[in-house]
């Protein structure tokens, strides 16, 4: 286990902040908070690298590759690193591959530079170089940080010539530590001010509380089935807790879990809206009042919602509780540049962030829930990489830990600033009761948004959201 170490270099990532987006959605957020007004522990640890916020939908960090400095899309989901554009001092490697996400995948030809990154050189890296393009903008990229299990490049090299960047990093340096960290910020939370950071080896200073939190062992994936390996926990039994208190109910798909009531859960800061099952994300939106279910140009399924309603959710893992901030639990379409929505009743509408999944895990799921960018901002999130590092003489078992950073009550007074204006309404937009006669009502519902979807779907297939940078 490392200690933090001292504060010995303050290092600070340039940060373009009006570079394009590289992803279909694009974000319109202004970051105001600046560098200036961050809170002060993520600019100062040596193994740390900022990262940048665009609009609540996904957070970059920036990389030396070659001789240039390259934007990568900080992908837990994901192992491997590509970038668009012809990357000065490099070396090819005469082999060509296919990085597979959920959506998508991206081909180019694997080469090998020098790269810089959270403090640490690597030499000859293997990555990918990929032609730019319209989705995959010159200088930019996705920096893989999940298991080495899950690399496509290191399978396409010898053995031992093709490893990860952070594997590398952990194995060329026996004293850096095998975790990372991850800090995202929030864009218009009035009372915090951070993008981000990711941290290699080292925990930030301000967050240090994290080491004694509850080491939650990664759940293996079945040995046919180790390529899809992610950072991945158990959540507890009866541990999504609704509005009103009560639990809702879950049964994992995946088969080798002992208890059936124990979700499994990945961590992926490549989806910005976390995935659920749909019977899930009925009971969290489905029970207030105007809110429907739509297929939404941008989204996909999602429930759309007055912005108004606040909606309350917290998740447990080992005991402990993991609020939500009720800004991560909707979010609103003209924040990210999409059109605005209104609800059947012309309100101003939001979508309900937990969406129903948007592709199939196929009839052997290894994980229930994936939780994206919008529950990250939640916790201060630590992943001990342990044996999964190739290598490495460690046996050490890996393990995830996460701190919440989510103050309830101040949470729930950003939501009365920035939603409400100031005027606390949210005791007369509670959850409807389960009992509810409102139920056959939204039935209906669902069948007209089932035909809708149908016909929509075609139309949003080719669109994918930020699963398009997912492998599954
Ligand atoms: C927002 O959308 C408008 C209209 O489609 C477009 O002109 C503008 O460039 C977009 N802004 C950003 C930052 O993507
Ligand atoms: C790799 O892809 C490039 C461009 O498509 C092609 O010219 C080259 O022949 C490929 N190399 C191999 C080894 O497949
Ligand atoms: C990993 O181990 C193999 C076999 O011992 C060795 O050839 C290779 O160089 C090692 N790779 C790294 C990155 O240390
Ligand atoms: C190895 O890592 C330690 C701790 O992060 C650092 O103090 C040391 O300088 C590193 N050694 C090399 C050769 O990079
Ligand atoms: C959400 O929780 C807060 C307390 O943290 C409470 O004041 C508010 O009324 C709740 N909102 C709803 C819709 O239940």
Redo the contacts with the bound molecule.
């Keep these: 286990m490392a200690q933090p ?1 001292l504060v010995f270099l303050l290092f600070l990532v340039c940060i373009d902040l009006i570079q394009a987006y590289h992803f279909k959605f694009r974000g319109s957020h202004d970051i105001s908070s600046g560098l200036a007004s961050r809170a002060n522990a993520e600019t100062q640890i040596a ?1 740390s690298v900022m990262l940048s916020n665009k609009g609540d939908v996904s957070y970059y960090a920036d990389i030396v590759v070659g001789a240039q400095t390259f934007t990568v899309l900080v992908d837990t989901g994901s192992s491997d690193l590509w970038v668009a554009g012809t990357v000065l001092k490099s070396t090819p490697t005469g082999q060509n591959a296919s990085i597979k996400y959920a959506a998508n995948s991206v081909t180019g030809s694997i080469k090998r530079a020098n790269v810089q990154f959270a403090g640490q050189q690597v030499i000859d890296q293997a990555f990918l170089e990929i032609q730019p393009g319209d989705n995959n903008l010159e200088g930019h990229g996705i920096l893989g940080l999940g298991p080495a299990s899950g690399s496509f490049i290191s399978k396409d090299l010898p053995l031992g010539t093709g490893e990860t960047l952070l594997n590398r990093i952990f194995t060329q ?1 026996s ?2 530590a095998n975790f990372f960290t991850l800090l995202l910020g929030r864009n218009n939370d009035p009372s915090t001010f951070f993008e981000g950071s990711v941290t290699v ?1 080292e925990v930030l200073s301000d967050y240090k509380a994290i080491l004694g939190e509850p080491r939650m062992p990664v759940t293996s994936v079945v040995e046919s089935d180790h390529v899809d390996q992610h950072l991945q926990v158990l959540l507890d039994p009866n541990g999504i807790i609704n509005s009103d208190g009560i639990p809702i109910p879950i049964k994992t798909a995946v088969e080798q879990t002992v208890n059936k009531d124990q979700a499994t859960v990945v961590f992926d800061s490549g989806f910005t809206l976390p995935q659920f099952p749909r019977a899930i994300v009925d009971q969290i939106y489905g029970r207030y009042a105007e809110s429907e279910y739509r297929e939404v140009p941008g989204f996909g399924g999602v429930y759309v919602l007055p912005c108004e309603q606040e909606v309350n959710l917290t998740l447990k893992f080992f005991g402990k509780s993991y609020p939500m901030h009720p800004l991560d639990m909707t979010m609103d379409p003209t924040s990210v540049n999409l059109s605005a929505l209104e609800t059947a009743d012309g309100q101003n509408a939001c979508i309900g962030t937990f969406q129903p999944f948007t592709y199939t895990r196929g009839n052997f799921p290894s994980y229930d829930i994936v939780l994206g960018m919008s529950f990250l901002r939640n916790v201060y999130s630590f992943f001990n990489f342990g044996k999964y590092t190739q290598n490495s003489t460690t046996i050490e078992e890996p393990y995830i830990q996460l701190l919440s950073i989510t103050d309830l009550a101040e949470a729930h007074s950003d939501f009365v600033t920035i939603r409400l204006g100031g005027i606390d309404t949210t005791a007369s937009r509670k959850l409807i009761p389960t009992t509810s006669s409102s139920s056959k009502h939204r039935t209906t519902y669902y069948i007209v948004a089932g035909v809708l979807g149908a016909l929509v779907l075609s139309a949003i297939v080719a669109f994918t959201v930020l699963r398009s940078a997912r492998r599954r």
């Design positions: 170490s193994g340096n004293s850096t080896g």
